[in-house]
């Protein structure tokens, strides 16, 4: 859909926010914290936001966007060419970051991470749900939206680098802790780091959201069939393609946005056969399930010899 920007706002060193509408005035489709939504920058230059505005608000959201020092071309684009009154298309919003209800939370953000934790932190406080927040950032100039957070009193911990050093992530959460749900969002050092501390937790604890995919084993490179059932069309899958990549070369419609396992845009169900899933978004219980799958990174497991997907 076309939306036109609001509000161009700076937050902090190097992250500024968009306050999108429509362009046809209106109402925006319905979002739960976690959300994010594709933004087209320009022909072939797509990138995900999370949404960091209240969900009850169904005629404005809001985008934070940090610039990338080594950017591929997005968050330049961003910061360099867009300004209010443009318009931009924007797809979605779709959701792989869900706040699912639990008696407490701990969240975690680091830098830009903070944007799709600002609305969940409502929620939880709106439930009466017991909560901490450990924010952390390279320093307190580049940390977006501390002043919304403030209301939140000690809650809310603040950790500029340049004051208190690294994360206190093991004080945070070497204890597991029942009934206690965790959500992280930053970079992947801190992601990996929260992950291994949270191994010893009731699994189904830790809840995730990456802006890079991880580093992923290398599972199968042999070549399989598949079979895109809706379209009742059946292809082999080479070592050097991706399932994706080969539905378009058969004329199958198939979205995409990121072609990194990270977006979630092209979510395939999975009608038969086994996926080695490789993707950045199912937790170790949504890979078992064998339900759907990633098809721009995931293929099929050794020893499938074919996949039937509803494409």
Same mark, same amino acid.
């Given at each position: &859909? ?8 700076? $937050? %902090? ?6 306050? /999108? ?12 914290? #976690? ?10 230059? =797509? ?8 969900? #009850? ?16 071309? #997005? ?6 060419? /867009? ?15 869900? /706040? ?17 934790? /600002?609305? &969940?932190?409502? %929620? ?73 501390? =949270? ?34 069309? =059946? ?31 092209? $979510? ?44």
């Amino acid at each position: &859909m076309d939306m036109i920007i609001q509000e161009r706002r700076d $937050e %902090a060193d190097g992250v500024l926010s968009l306050t /999108l509408a429509r362009a046809d005035g209106g109402e925006l489709p319905a979002w739960a914290p #976690g959300a994010h939504v594709d933004v087209h920058l320009g022909p072939d230059l =797509v990138r995900q936001y999370s949404l960091c505005s209240d969900p #009850g608000d169904r005629q404005r959201w809001r985008l934070g966007v940090l610039r990338e020092p080594a950017s591929r071309g #997005g968050s330049e684009y961003v910061f360099d060419k /867009l300004h209010g009154g443009d318009i931009v298309t924007v797809d979605g919003p779709r959701n792989h970051f869900a /706040l699912e209800p639990a008696p407490r939370y701990v969240f975690v953000a680091g830098g830009i991470g903070i944007t799709p934790i /600002l609305p &969940m932190i409502a %929620a939880a406080e709106a439930a009466g749900a017991d909560w901490t927040l450990l924010y952390g950032g390279r320093t307190r100039s580049s940390m977006a939206f501390v002043d919304e957070l403030a209301g939140y009193g000690d809650r809310v911990r603040l950790a500029p680098q340049d004051e208190v050093g690294l994360l206190d992530l093991a004080g945070l959460l070497a204890t597991p802790h029942r009934s206690t749900l965790v959500y992280a969002c930053g970079p992947a050092p801190m992601l990996e780091a929260v992950d291994a501390l =949270v191994a010893g937790w009731p699994a189904g604890s830790l809840r995730v959201e990456r802006f890079a995919p991880r580093t992923r084993e290398d599972t199968g490179r042999e070549a399989f069939e598949v079979e895109f059932a809706a379209s009742r069309v =059946v292809a082999t899958v080479p070592p050097d393609r991706s399932i994706l990549t080969v539905a378009e070369e058969a004329g199958i419609p198939a979205l995409w946005a990121c072609r990194e396992g990270t977006c979630g845009t092209c $979510e395939t169900p999975i009608l038969a056969g086994r996926a080695a899933h490789r993707d950045s978004l199912l937790t170790e219980e949504e890979k078992a399930d064998q339900t759907t799958m990633f098809i721009c990174v995931s293929r099929a497991e050794p020893g499938c010899a074919r996949l039937t997907l509803d494409l």
